[in-house]
């Protein structure tokens, strides 16, 4: 069955950097769009970034523009979201999401189709 | 960036009442509207696709309408696991991908 699996939660101090993993299964990794998703603890959701695995392409959230970078490797299917110069506000879960849209389909409505488990990332001193 | 408005914020209801949940986009955006249903520790599961296109395996209670900038999401008869979170989101306009900021449905 189609599977994302994320690496572990995460600890860390302000001005660290994170890297999260999430590793795709069930379905060609290179066919479908991938998302970023975060919530902070009781707070809503907020979209990060997407990669193209096939390709490689990024588009971030201006929010992020900065600080986020989306990689992929197309040998283990997994897909990496690190996140620089942390501070206490980016405490959060970290999600990766999978378009339901493949690649081929630009254009078309987009959701957020297959979700990992989360990871939990702690920024504190 | 387009704003996702959904009311209300929380909503108190009884198992097998009929729920409805809105969602007001700041502009228009067709209908590139999803719902979301969070629970507890776990992560979110698209309920509908596109305004109206339930996702296979949900439940035929579920329903989903609107268009332009307004939208409904709809319970018929409440079940006990419906308790839950609820966010919309759109893809008309992106980056970036937006989100209401959520309706929890509790217990009464």
């Known amino acids: 069955q189609v599977q994302l699996v994320q690496s572990g939660a995460e600890v860390k101090k302000p001005g660290a950097s994170v890297k999260v993993s999430c590793k795709a299964s069930g379905y060609t990794f290179t066919s479908y769009y991938m998302h970023w998703v975060r919530q902070a603890p009781g707070q809503g959701l907020e979209w990060m970034g997407i990669?193209?695995?096939?390709?490689?392409?990024?588009t971030y959230a201006q929010n992020f523009q900065v600080r986020v970078t989306l990689t992929r490797d197309t040998s283990t299917s997994t897909v990496y979201m690190e996140l620089s110069s942390l501070r206490s506000e980016d405490t959060a879960v970290y999600y990766c999401?999978?378009?339901?849209?493949?690649?081929?389909?630009?254009?078309?409505?987009?959701?957020?189709?297959?979700w990992g488990q989360g990871t939990m990332v702690t920024v504190s001193s | 960036d387009i704003q996702m408005t959904q009311s209300p914020s929380s909503l108190s209801a009884s198992v097998g009442d009929r729920v409805t949940i809105t969602c007001r986009a700041s502009?228009?955006?067709?209908?590139?509207l999803n719902w979301y249903q969070q629970k507890p520790g776990k992560a979110p599961k698209l309920l509908i696709y596109v305004a109206s296109s339930l996702q296979s395996g949900v439940p035929s209670r579920f329903s989903g309408s609107g268009s332009g900038t307004d939208f409904t999401l709809t319970i018929s008869s409440l079940q006990p696991e419906d308790f839950a979170t609820y966010y919309c989101q759109q893809s008309y306009s992106t980056p970036p991908y937006t989100f209401g900021q959520g309706t929890k449905l509790e217990i009464k």
């Open positions: 990669i193209n695995p096939s390709g490689g392409g990024t």
């Open positions: 502009q228009s955006i067709s209908t590139y």
């Open positions: 999401a999978r378009a339901i849209i493949a690649v081929t389909d630009r254009g078309k409505p987009d959701a957020f189709e297959i």
